[in-house]
C-alpha cells in the first residue's frame, strides 16, 4: 500500500495528485463531504478554525480506508498552521489511526518526504514538471469559466465544458497529452453561446487559501455569482503563490514585493498567511476599478480577523464595497445565497447611480 | 527635532502591552519630559464601547483595545501603540499584535507614534534608544530612558517574586494582558479570596528559554510553568481564557494533556463582553469542591 493522503484543494488537487504520482504514491484525494466534515468537527477542539477540521476529517477518513500517510503543509509563522501538524497527528493517535503526516515547508532541500519515497531523479523532475504544467493549465480553465459564466445563455453550459476539461486533465498522463489538451481549451470555450452585449458586475475574491479554494467550504461561491451575473476573480493563484515562495525578488503586479508596496501606507508587516495579500489584493482591485471584493475566511481566522478593520479603510478610501465572510461548519447555504444575492443587487444598484460603465 | 516640541501628552490605552511590560512605558516616557495621560481601568461602559466598535470576530483584549484608544483620543497629542512581533527571542507574538499600530491608524489618524519590538533581531533596550531618537532626543537622553524604563519592568518584577505567598494550592494561568486587567480577572481572585483559598498567579518573565515546540511567546511560558507544576503541592489549575483566542485554541489542549499526566484537575473559564459573574462563580465553586472531593477521597482509600 503506497497511497498517501493530500487535503482537498479544489481543482488544484489534480496538480497534487499529479506530483504524488511523479514520486510513486497512488494519492487519495476526496472532494469535501458532509461526512468528512462530521468526521473533522467531532475530533477536534471547538474553537479552532475551519481547515483543521476539514484537514483531519479528510485524514480519518483516509486512514479508515487504510491510507497510511498523508502531506499537508507546515506553516512557519505566527499562524496556528504551525501547530497544525503535531496536533492532527496526536489527534490521530490518540484514535489508534496508523498515519504519519508529512510536513511541506522548511525543512531543508530535501523533505521527509521526498526521503521517503526517495523517486528516481528523472521520472520525479519529469513528473513535477508535467503536474506544474497541469497547474497552470487549471488556472487558465478557471480564467476562461470566470469570464464566459455570467455571459452564457443557456444556464450551466459553462460549468459543464470545464468539468469535461479538468476530467480530462486529470486523465492525461503525459506532457504531450497536456499539451493537446491546452491547445483544444480555448475553442472549446468560445463555443459556448455568450451574451456580449451582457453588462456583467467584476467582483474579486480573496481571504484564505483552503476557504477560497475548496469548492465545497465557499459553497460553490465562484458558480453562485457567475449565475448571478458577475465575473469572479479568485485571488489565490497557486501560481503566483509558488512563484512568491520561491522567487521572493521578481517584480510584478502581484509578486511579493510588489505587494509589500501598494499595502505599506496600512499595513507594514507581513502578519502571517495570506492577510498582506488580502489587503494588497483589495487595493489592486481599487485602482482597477472592480465593483466589489469578497472577503472569505475561516471564522476566527487570527491573520484575516486582524486586518479586517484595515480591510473596511481600504473599502471606504476606494469606494470599493467589500462584503466579508466568515465561514465555519455550520454556516448554511441558504443564508450565504440571501447575502450575495443582497450584495450583488447594491452593487448594481451603485452601477446604476454612478453611471459607471465598465471598461471591460 | 520638530516632534520634540509637539509631543506633550502621550496617551497609552490600559490594555494588551501595557500590562506585558508593567512599569516600562510610564517610566520611558516620564524619562524624556513627556507627560503620560494612561486610559481608564476596563469598566462596563469600555466593554460597551468596545462591541459596538471593534471587529466583532477578535477577542475580547483586542476589542478592548480599541474602546481604550477612542477613550483617549480626545485627551492627548499622541498615541502610543508599539509593534510587537516577539518579546523573546526565536519567538513570535499572536498576529493580531503586529497590526495594532495600523489599526491604531485608522482609529486615530495622524495621533500614532510607534515602534517594533522584535527581539528576534534588536533587543528591546536596543530599539527604545533608537525610538526615543526617532522621537527627537539626543544620543544620551535616549539611552538614560531606555536603560531606566528596562530597569523600571526588572524592579516590578523583582518586588512581585518577593511578595509571592510560598503556600498556594491553586495556580491561575492566563496571558498577560487578561490576568492583570482587573475587569476581567478580578472576579475569579474575589470569588478564590471569598471562599478562603489560596493561589498563585502565573509570572511571565520573558527569559530566553531552550528553542522548543512552541512559538508564541507567552504560551510557552505558560506551558513550561505547567510543567513545572509540582502534583504534591498544586491541587487545580484554572485558566483564563478569552473567546476566540486563536492561541489558546491550540494551547489548551497541550495544557489538558499535560495536566492529565500529573493528574492535576483543570478548569477553563472563557470570557467575552457578556460574561455573567454569577456563571464564573458558580463554576468556580463547582470546581473547587469536586477538588476537595476527590482530595478528601484520596485520604479515605
Given at each position: 500500500?503506497?497511497?498517501?493522503?493530500?487535503?482537498?484543494?479544489?481543482?488544484?488537487?489534480?496538480?497534487?495528485?499529479?506530483?504524488?504520482?511523479?514520486?510513486?504514491?497512488?494519492?487519495?484525494?476526496?472532494?469535501?463531504?458532509?461526512?468528512?466534515?462530521?468526521?473533522?468537527?467531532?475530533?477536534?477542539?471547538?474553537?479552532?478554525?475551519?481547515?483543521?477540521?476539514?484537514?483531519?476529517?479528510?485524514?480519518?477518513?483516509?486512514?479508515?480506508?487504510?491510507?497510511?500517510?498523508?502531506?499537508?503543509?507546515?506553516?512557519?509563522?505566527?499562524?496556528?498552521?504551525?501547530?497544525?501538524?503535531?496536533?492532527?497527528?496526536?489527534?490521530?493517535?490518540?484514535?489508534?489511526?496508523?498515519?504519519?503526516?508529512?510536513?511541506?515547508?522548511?525543512?531543508g532541500?530535501?523533505?521527509?518526504?521526498?526521503?521517503?519515497?526517495?523517486?528516481?531523479?528523472?521520472?520525479?523532475?519529469?513528473?513535477?514538471?508535467?503536474?506544474?504544467?497541469?497547474?497552470?493549465?487549471?488556472?487558465?480553465?478557471?480564467?476562461?469559466?470566470?469570464?464566459?459564466?455570467?455571459?452564457?445563455?443557456?444556464?450551466?453550459?459553462?460549468?459543464?465544458?470545464?468539468?469535461?476539461?479538468?476530467?480530462?486533465?486529470?486523465?492525461?498522463?503525459?506532457?504531450?497529452?497536456?499539451?493537446?489538451?491546452?491547445?483544444?481549451?480555448?475553442?472549446?470555450?468560445?463555443?459556448?453561446?455568450?451574451?456580449?452585449?451582457?453588462?456583467?458586475?467584476?467582483?474579486?475574491?480573496?481571504?484564505?487559501?483552503?476557504?477560497?479554494?475548496?469548492?465545497?467550504?465557499?459553497?460553490?461561491?465562484?458558480?453562485?455569482?457567475?449565475?448571478?451575473?458577475?465575473?469572479?476573480?479568485?485571488?489565490?493563484?497557486?501560481?503566483?503563490?509558488?512563484?512568491?515562495i520561491?522567487?521572493?525578488?521578481?517584480?510584478?503586479?502581484?509578486?511579493?514585493?510588489?505587494?509589500?508596496?501598494?499595502?505599506?501606507?496600512?499595513?507594514?508587516?507581513k502578519?502571517?498567511?495570506?492577510?498582506?495579500?488580502?489587503?494588497?489584493?483589495?487595493?489592486?482591485?481599487?485602482?482597477?476599478?472592480?465593483?466589489?471584493?469578497?472577503?472569505?475566511?475561516?471564522?476566527?481566522?487570527?491573520?484575516?480577523?486582524s486586518?479586517?478593520?484595515?480591510?473596511?479603510?481600504?473599502?471606504s478610501?476606494?469606494?470599493?464595497?467589500?462584503?466579508?465572510?466568515?465561514?465555519?461548519?455550520h454556516?448554511?447555504?441558504?443564508?450565504?445565497?440571501?447575502?450575495?444575492?443582497?450584495?450583488?443587487?447594491?452593487?448594481?444598484?451603485?452601477?446604476?447611480?454612478?453611471?459607471?460603465?465598465?471598461?471591460? | 527635532?520638530?516632534q520634540?516640541?509637539?509631543?506633550?501628552?502621550?496617551?497609552?490605552?490600559?490594555?494588551?502591552?501595557?500590562?506585558?511590560y508593567?512599569?516600562?512605558?510610564?517610566?520611558?516616557?516620564?524619562?524624556?519630559?513627556?507627560?503620560?495621560?494612561?486610559s481608564?481601568?476596563?469598566?462596563?461602559?469600555?466593554?460597551?464601547?468596545?462591541?459596538?466598535?471593534?471587529?466583532?470576530?477578535?477577542?475580547?483584549?483586542?476589542?478592548?483595545?480599541?474602546?481604550?484608544?477612542?477613550?483617549?483620543?480626545?485627551?492627548?497629542?499622541?498615541?502610543?501603540?508599539?509593534?510587537?512581533?516577539?518579546?523573546?527571542?526565536?519567538?513570535?507574538?499572536?498576529?493580531?499584535?503586529?497590526?495594532?499600530?495600523?489599526?491604531?491608524?485608522?482609529?486615530?489618524?495622524?495621533?500614532?507614534?510607534?515602534?517594533?519590538?522584535?527581539?528576534?533581531?534588536i533587543?528591546?533596550?536596543?530599539?527604545?534608544?533608537?525610538?526615543a531618537?526617532?522621537?527627537?532626543?539626543?544620543?544620551?537622553?535616549?539611552?538614560?530612558?531606555?536603560?531606566?524604563?528596562?530597569?523600571?519592568?526588572?524592579?516590578?518584577?523583582?518586588?512581585?517574586?518577593?511578595?509571592?505567598?510560598?503556600?498556594?494550592?491553586?495556580?491561575?494561568?492566563?496571558?498577560p494582558?487578561?490576568?492583570?486587567?482587573?475587569?476581567?480577572?478580578?472576579?475569579?481572585?474575589?470569588?478564590?479570596?471569598?471562599?478562603?483559598?489560596?493561589?498563585?498567579?502565573?509570572?511571565?518573565?520573558?527569559?530566553?528559554?531552550?528553542?522548543?515546540?512552541?512559538?508564541?511567546?507567552?504560551?510557552?511560558?505558560?506551558?513550561?510553568?505547567?510543567?513545572?507544576?509540582?502534583?504534591?503541592?498544586?491541587?487545580?489549575?484554572?485558566?483564563?481564557?478569552?473567546?476566540?483566542?486563536?492561541?489558546?485554541s491550540?494551547?489548551?489542549?497541550?495544557?489538558?494533556?499535560?495536566?492529565?499526566?500529573?493528574?492535576?484537575?483543570?478548569?477553563?473559564?472563557?470570557?467575552?463582553?457578556?460574561?455573567?459573574?454569577?456563571?464564573?462563580?458558580?463554576?468556580?465553586?463547582?470546581?473547587?469542591?469536586?477538588?476537595?472531593?476527590?482530595?478528601?477521597?484520596?485520604?479515605?482509600?
Amino acid at each position: 500500500m503506497n497511497k498517501i493522503a493530500i487535503p482537498n484543494m479544489g481543482n488544484y488537487s489534480i496538480a497534487f495528485a499529479a506530483i504524488a504520482d511523479a514520486m510513486g504514491a497512488t494519492p487519495w484525494i476526496s472532494p469535501t463531504t458532509p461526512e468528512i466534515v462530521k468526521l473533522g468537527y467531532e475530533v477536534s477542539p471547538d474553537s479552532l478554525c475551519l481547515p483543521f477540521k476539514i484537514f483531519i476529517g479528510h485524514f480519518i477518513k483516509a486512514a479508515e480506508e487504510g491510507v497510511e500517510y498523508a502531506v499537508m503543509v507546515n506553516g512557519n509563522g505566527p499562524c496556528r498552521l504551525t501547530y497544525y501538524r503535531q496536533l492532527l497527528q496526536k489527534i490521530l493517535d490518540e484514535r489508534g489511526l496508523k498515519m504519519h503526516i508529512f510536513g511541506l515547508g522548511d525543512t531543508g532541500i530535501k523533505p521527509p518526504i521526498i526521503k521517503h519515497y526517495d523517486p528516481p531523479f528523472f521520472k520525479f523532475w519529469r513528473g513535477a514538471l508535467w503536474a506544474l504544467q497541469k497547474m497552470f493549465l487549471i488556472d487558465e480553465i478557471e480564467k476562461l469559466a470566470w469570464k464566459t459564466r455570467p455571459r452564457e445563455i443557456k444556464k450551466g453550459e459553462t460549468s459543464t465544458v470545464t468539468n469535461q476539461c479538468l476530467l480530462e486533465l486529470e486523465a492525461a498522463k503525459t506532457g504531450i497529452e497536456i499539451s493537446i489538451l491546452k491547445s483544444k481549451i480555448f475553442e472549446r470555450f468560445t463555443a459556448i453561446n455568450i451574451n456580449t452585449d451582457k453588462k456583467v458586475l467584476k467582483v474579486a475574491l480573496v481571504g484564505e487559501a483552503s476557504v477560497l479554494r475548496d469548492k465545497y467550504l465557499n459553497h460553490s461561491m465562484e458558480e453562485l455569482l457567475g449565475g448571478l451575473g458577475v465575473e469572479v476573480v479568485n485571488y489565490f493563484l497557486l501560481g503566483v503563490e509558488l512563484k512568491n515562495i520561491f522567487f521572493p525578488h521578481l517584480s510584478g503586479k502581484h509578486s511579493k514585493k510588489h505587494m509589500l508596496e501598494i499595502a505599506k501606507p496600512y499595513l507594514q508587516t507581513k502578519v502571517g498567511g495570506h492577510a498582506l495579500d488580502s489587503i494588497a489584493h483589495s487595493i489592486i482591485c481599487g485602482e482597477d476599478s472592480y465593483d466589489g471584493v469578497i472577503h472569505l475566511c475561516p471564522s476566527g481566522c487570527m491573520p484575516e480577523i486582524s486586518i479586517r478593520p484595515i480591510l473596511r479603510k481600504v473599502s471606504s478610501d476606494y469606494d470599493l464595497p467589500v462584503l466579508e465572510c466568515s465561514f465555519d461548519e455550520h454556516t448554511s447555504h441558504v443564508g450565504l445565497v440571501t447575502r450575495l444575492e443582497a450584495y450583488i443587487d447594491m452593487l448594481y444598484d451603485r452601477r446604476k447611480k454612478n453611471g459607471k460603465e465598465h471598461n471591460t | 527635532m520638530a516632534q520634540k516640541m509637539t509631543i506633550k501628552k502621550v496617551g497609552i490605552p490600559k490594555s494588551l502591552y501595557y500590562f506585558f511590560y508593567p512599569d516600562l512605558w510610564k517610566t520611558f516616557f516620564e524619562t524624556l519630559e513627556i507627560e503620560v495621560i494612561l486610559s481608564e481601568s476596563t469598566s462596563r461602559k469600555t466593554i460597551e464601547l468596545a462591541s459596538s466598535v471593534a471587529e466583532s470576530e477578535n477577542c475580547l483584549p483586542i476589542k478592548l483595545f480599541d474602546a481604550h484608544i477612542l477613550e483617549l483620543i480626545d485627551k492627548v497629542d499622541v498615541l502610543f501603540v508599539p509593534r510587537i512581533i516577539s518579546t523573546i527571542k526565536k519567538h513570535c507574538s499572536c498576529p493580531k499584535l503586529s497590526v495594532l499600530p495600523d489599526v491604531a491608524r485608522i482609529l486615530a489618524p495622524g495621533k500614532v507614534i510607534t515602534f517594533e519590538i522584535n527581539e528576534n533581531k534588536i533587543k528591546l533596550i536596543s530599539s527604545l534608544q533608537k525610538f526615543a531618537q526617532e522621537l527627537g532626543f539626543s544620543n544620551s537622553i535616549a539611552k538614560k530612558a531606555a536603560n531606566r524604563a528596562v530597569n523600571a519592568t526588572k524592579k516590578h518584577t523583582e518586588e512581585k517574586e518577593q511578595s509571592k505567598k510560598t503556600e498556594a494550592s491553586f495556580f491561575i494561568v492566563s496571558h498577560p494582558y487578561n490576568l492583570y486587567d482587573d475587569y476581567i480577572t478580578g472576579p475569579v481572585i474575589k470569588k478564590l479570596k471569598k471562599m478562603n483559598i489560596s493561589y498563585e498567579i502565573i509570572e511571565f518573565k520573558k527569559e530566553k528559554r531552550k528553542k522548543d515546540a512552541i512559538r508564541w511567546d507567552t504560551c510557552g511560558e505558560m506551558n513550561d510553568n505547567l510543567f513545572q507544576l509540582d502534583p504534591e503541592k498544586c491541587k487545580g489549575v484554572i485558566q483564563i481564557s478569552s473567546f476566540n483566542c486563536g492561541c489558546d485554541s491550540v494551547m489548551l489542549e497541550t495544557s489538558r494533556s499535560v495536566l492529565k499526566e500529573k493528574s492535576i484537575p483543570f478548569i477553563v473559564l472563557i470570557i467575552d463582553e457578556h460574561s455573567a459573574l454569577a456563571g464564573v462563580d458558580t463554576r468556580l465553586e463547582a470546581f473547587i469542591d469536586s477538588v476537595r472531593w476527590k482530595n478528601e477521597q484520596n485520604c479515605n482509600s
